[in-house]
C-alpha cells in the first residue's frame, strides 16, 4: 500500500505543481497579475527565499533554501522506506515530501521558485505561494494533527 502512494501521490502533485507553475511562467508576464476577485489574483512572482519570501534579499538564501530542503526531503525518503508509519503520518510525509520536491526543481532550474496564488485585503497581501507550498502546508497540518491526537489518546490511557 505504501508503495503505491508513493507512486501515485508524489508524480500527481508534482505534475500539478510544474503543469500550474508552466501556464503561469508562458502566459502571465513577470510581476503582472490578473484579478480574479477582489480578494485572490494569479500573479507571476519569483521567490528567492524560503517559505513567505523570507531571507530573499540575503545572498545565501540560494544556497540554505537550495541545500535544506534537499536534506529534508533524503531525509522523508529514508523515513517512508524505513519505517512502517499509520495511513495518516505517510500520508502527511508524502505531501511534504511532493511539495518540497516541486520547489526544489524550480531552485535547480531557475534559482528561485514561481509563486503565483495571491490573497489580499485592500492593500495588505499575504505572500504568494503555489501548489507545492499548500501541499508542504497541508502535509505539515496533518502531521502536526496526528502527533496532537496520538499524544492525548496516549495521555487518557494514563
Not at 50 to 67: D, E, N
Not at 137 to 147: N, Q, R, T, V, W
Amino acid at each position: 500500500m505504501r508503495r503505491y502512494l508513493i507512486f501515485t501521490i508524489v508524480p500527481f502533485v508534482f505534475f500539478l505543481d510544474r503543469w500550474t507553475k508552466i501556464v503561469i511562467f508562458d502566459r502571465i508576464p513577470y510581476l503582472e497579475d490578473i484579478k480574479i476577485t477582489s480578494f485572490f489574483s494569479i500573479v507571476h512572482v519569483r521567490n528567492y527565499g524560503g517559505a513567505f519570501s523570507l531571507l530573499s534579499q540575503h545572498q545565501l538564501a540560494k544556497y540554505v533554501f537550495t541545500f535544506f530542503p534537499l536534506a529534508i526531503s533524503l531525509v522523508l525518503v529514508y523515513i517512508l522506506i524505513r519505517y512502517t508509519m499509520t495511513f495518516f503520518k505517510t500520508m502527511s510525509l508524502l505531501l511534504i515530501l511532493s511539495g518540497a520536491i516541486g520547489n526544489l526543481y524550480d531552485r535547480f532550474s531557475y534559482g528561485y521558485v514561481i509563486d503565483f496564488l495571491d490573497f489580499y485585503y485592500k492593500n495588505y497581501h499575504w505572500p504568494a505561494f503555489n501548489v507545492a507550498d499548500i501541499s508542504i502546508s497541508i502535509g505539515a497540518g496533518m502531521l502536526l494533527f496526528g502527533e496532537l491526537k496520538e499524544h492525548f489518546i496516549k495521555k487518557e490511557k494514563l
